[in-house]
């Protein structure tokens, strides 16, 4: 398959999606909404709904039954980017190659832009067509899990009570396999709900998101510490000054690189329920993470 072709055509497809979902600019209160559309539209590469839709082909489902859960996830995904780059967080005045919303809008109005974000994810949702195996309240709750207390929000907990610490890699991977892991898991989660997947594809899916979910943050902590802002699109080297809990901190570089490919390794393995072709697209995504540069 042509992957770069494949990733273009979703990225269209899902920024056209999250266009009609989201509230016009002009709309009061504007600045709260130009706010939102700032940062959703900042160019993402929208991963995430990405390996949404292709989990639900793997099913052998429909991409407009995907495409509400799909957006849902990039609007979590955002909100949490915004919170996190906030001065109280990790205090970062780039994101995507371009200044933070809390830089252009102030920080109160970034918060509630952020909050704006998580809400409309659930209203999102309810646009989706329930499945036989999957009723609304599995995927409303599925999508409310990955983004409370006890993932996304438990992940950056621990990550910020971690500054400055040196951490166990048992703490490590309690951090990004809920802060960072959990959506992404959701989001090969729900595709396969979208597609009505049986128990044993859902499981399938639930380990790839895992090991592709920890994958991606530890090549995300290497490149913090190997790439430039000006290619990564946000401020390079910024885990080492804050004394963040990174993979390249508590294991070194070489090992997070080896760690990585075991990881998308399993993500490959656990794949093995599918045919070849049903899977291609999600090991060609899982291939991709791996090697990218940015």
């Known amino acids: 398959m042509n992957l770069k072709t494949y990733l273009v055509s979703r990225q269209k ?35 995430r709904p990405i390996l949404c839709l292709a989990a639900a ?4 489902g429909k991409i407009d039954n995907a495409l509400p859960l799909a957006c849902a996830i990039e609007c979590i995904h955002t909100y949490s980017l915004v919170h996190d780059d906030l001065p109280s967080m990790d205090n970062d005045d780039f994101r995507r190659g371009r200044p933070t919303c809390h830089k252009v809008f102030d920080e109160g109005i970034a918060v509630l832009a952020g909050d704006a974000l998580l809400t ?128 390249p901190a508590v294991m070194g570089l070489q090992e997070s690189r080896v760690e990585a490919r075991r990881l998308t390794s399993k993500g490959h393995k656990a794949l093995s329920v599918f045919s070849n072709r049903d899977a291609e697209t999600l090991h060609a995504l899982a291939n991709y993470l791996l090697e990218r540069e940015y």
């Open 120 to 247: 409309i994810a659930f209203e999102i949702v309810s646009r989706a067509k329930p499945r036989p195996r999957y009723d609304m309240s599995t995927l409303l709750r599925e999508v409310a899990v990955a983004a409370g207390s006890q993932r996304l929000i438990a992940g950056q907990v621990a990550d910020l009570e971690a500054e400055g610490k040196k951490v166990k890699r048992r703490e490590l991977q309690f951090i990004h396999e809920n802060k960072t892991a959990a959506i992404l898991q959701s989001s090969v989660r729900l595709g396969a709900m979208s597609a009505n997947a049986d128990a044993r594809k859902l499981a399938a899916t639930t380990q790839f998101g895992q090991h592709l979910g920890l994958a991606f943050q530890v090549i995300d902590d290497v490149l913090d510490v190997t790439q430039t802002s000006e290619r990564l699109g946000k401020s390079a080297g910024k885990d080492v000054a804050a004394k963040k809990a990174t993979y």
């Open 57 to 60: 082909e793997a099913c052998r």
């Open 13 to 47: 497809l899902i920024d056209r999606a999250l266009d009609w979902y989201l509230p016009k600019a002009n709309r009061k209160p504007a600045t709260l909404h130009r706010a939102m559309r700032y940062s959703l539209f900042a160019g993402g590469k929208r991963l």
